[in-house]
């Protein structure tokens, strides 16, 4: 029997900001000893998976950029297989627009000639940056978005995310967006089980989020964990619209789950 | 019996832009001859009544500020009432800015003291005023707005209005805005009927756009009349959700809707 792949979501489950979860080095290390194959992913654009993969080693999980999936890289793969070359707006930060590049797309401003709005989390969003983009969706562009989380956590509190660029964009073109690549989207979880190598019913979903980590693994039907050490708390539970098949004070009780070559569910 | 008051919507219906629409000052003059009230209201929040007054006195249909009804003064004014004094961050440009300071509100960028968020029009919108209006609505803040307009016509288009700093508003707060005082809101009815000194039942509505102008008209209980020299083409009554008492050309029919001195309705 093959070990069941775990699907990492970072920001809440691995690290919270700058700081490791206790424990979480270990647990890695105790999965990849045993076999697992592992990935992590995020919602955020705002680094690339190199980034990532750098900031994990950095914090003692050494990881390699092809073992990390953010939405930016989904929504890249996207496009290269159903509108290859295209000419592309996205409301986004420099690393979108590099990844972008490097696929091939080109980046326009030229309301005319866009094919692609990408609606993503931009902190440098203002009223041109608006008005391009609603004038390319007016003239037929699609409408595409990386993630569509309301607010991003932050040092003392959150910011504005993507859905902030996302409404804004709606509530003048009074165009509905028409994908978003993110979590909970099975499109992300294509690329995490084709990077596991896994069937999606051999891997476990494990992440901080009800709304997203947990919706997306159950919908894809994987096994879920919910930790504690993120945005939900217990209390949350009560009025979830879905439940994880497990609960877990932190990421350093995801070993206990394997305690045969399969994952458990909670009785 | 006293002459019915009448509402005029301004751009689409007595101008488009910079131009007026052919017979609308005689038009005027004659219901002024034959002792009709009129005011002219408008959602536009970019231009004082002052301004509004002097365009239209410009265009030779001299007029008074106070025959003038913006939806920024229909705001200060509820607001006069219902929260005098309080501190206020407006995500708007600098002519709502004046009347609210004029009104005796402070502005105010600090999160902690924001008591009310005004969303409305403004090209200057930016992700710092996104994140200073996120803030205060994530600590509580009433969430007001100008208008709801999703677009403002321009020479040769339209460009993103308040409807889109509403969604980006609503799209990180995840709440909704509270009210919307501009058109087709009963708070401007109420400023146009005072100022007209008639009952809702003794005023003609004339405008060029159903979802605003003639639902506001036919809500307030008013007879109204939609102009078609606007964005509405007749082709575009079948699908409406609401009917006009009227359908004219242009406002050069209106003096012919008054054959005795009452406002006739078409049988």
């Keep these: 029997m093959r070990r069941p792949g775990i699907i990492f979501d970072l920001d809440g489950t691995v690290y919270l900001g700058d700081r490791l979860i206790p424990g979480a080095r270990e647990t890695v290390q105790w999965l990849r000893q045993h076999d697992h194959p ?43 297989r159903e509108m290859p070359g295209a000419a592309v707006y996205p409301v986004g930060e420099p690393p979108l627009l590099e990844e972008l590049t490097a696929a091939g797309f080109r980046i326009s401003e030229d309301r005319d000639e866009i094919e692609v709005v990408v609606a993503s989390f931009d902190r440098s969003f203002d009223y041109r940056k608006l008005d391009i983009a609603f004038q390319a969706l007016r003239r037929g562009a699609r409408f595409l ?4 989380d309301a607010t991003c956590p932050v040092e003392g509190g959150e910011i504005p995310d993507a859905g902030a660029v996302i409404g804004a964009l709606e509530g003048c073109s009074k165009r509905e967006v028409e994908l978003v690549v993110g979590k909970p989207s099975p499109l992300i979880v294509e690329v995490a089980i084709e990077q596991l190598g896994r069937r999606a019913d051999e891997c476990l ?21 919910l930790v504690l050490t993120g945005v939900t708390r217990r209390e949350d539970l009560a009025g ?16 206990r789950l394997f305690s045969s070559e399969d994952v458990t569910r909670d009785p």
């Design 240 to 255: 979830a619209p879905v439940r994880p098949d497990h609960v877990l004070g932190s990421i350093t009780e995801v070993p």
């Design 145 to 148: 978005a990386t993630n569509a």
């Design 38 to 80: 592992i990935v992590f992913v995020s919602n955020k654009p705002l680094q690339s998976r190199a980034d990532y993969a750098a900031k994990l080693t950095r914090l003692d999980i050494p990881t390699r950029p092809d073992e990390v999936i953010n939405s930016s890289l989904v929504l890249v793969r996207y496009m290269s």
């Design 205 to 225: 979903m494990v992440g901080d989020r009800v709304e997203t980590d947990i919706l997306m693994g159950q919908r894809a039907g994987m096994t879920t964990a």
